[in-house]
Nanobody
Framework: QLQLVESGGGLVQPGGSLRLSCAAS????????VGWFRQAPGKEREGVSC????????NYADSVKGRFTISRDNAKNTAYLQMNSLKSEDTAVYYC????????????????WGQGIQVTVSS
């Protein structure tokens, strides 16, 4: 059974850091583009970042460029989102998703996604 599980979320102060993980099971992550998107209460879903299957190409939303870094370890069947210099506006539920499409547009749709994990940035 294909499954994606996010972890690493929580409460952090403004300026702090978190690293989200997206662990895949039931399939091999290495053939898929992986992306992260988020949704805050009352707001539209926002694409955050994506990474190609090989890891050679990444893309970021302007709102997180220079602060967030996406990566993947295909041997561990896991992808990551390192989030630095967090701001209150980063507060949202974060989801990881996969599909076969290219990492061209961070707002792309995904065929499969996890249950999401809460990130709260507050003092």
């Amino acid at each position: 059974q294909l499954q994606l599980v996010e972890s690493g979320g929580g409460l952090v102060q403004p300026g702090g850091s978190l690293r989200l993980s997206c662990a895949a099971s039931g399939f091999s992550l290495e053939y898929y583009t992986v992306g992260w998107f988020r949704q805050a209460p009352g707001k539209e879903r926002e694409g955050v970042s994506c990474i190609s299957s090989s890891g050679g190409h990444t893309n970021y939303a302007d709102s997180v460029k220079g602060r967030f870094t996406i990566s993947r370890d295909n041997a561990k069947n896991t992808a990551y989102l390192q989030m630095n210099s967090l701001k209150s506006e980063d507060t949202a539920v974060y989801y990881c998703g996969v599909d076969y499409g290219a990492c061209i547009y961070v707002g792309k749709d995904y065929d499969y996604w996890g249950q999401g994990i809460q990130v709260t940035v507050s003092s």
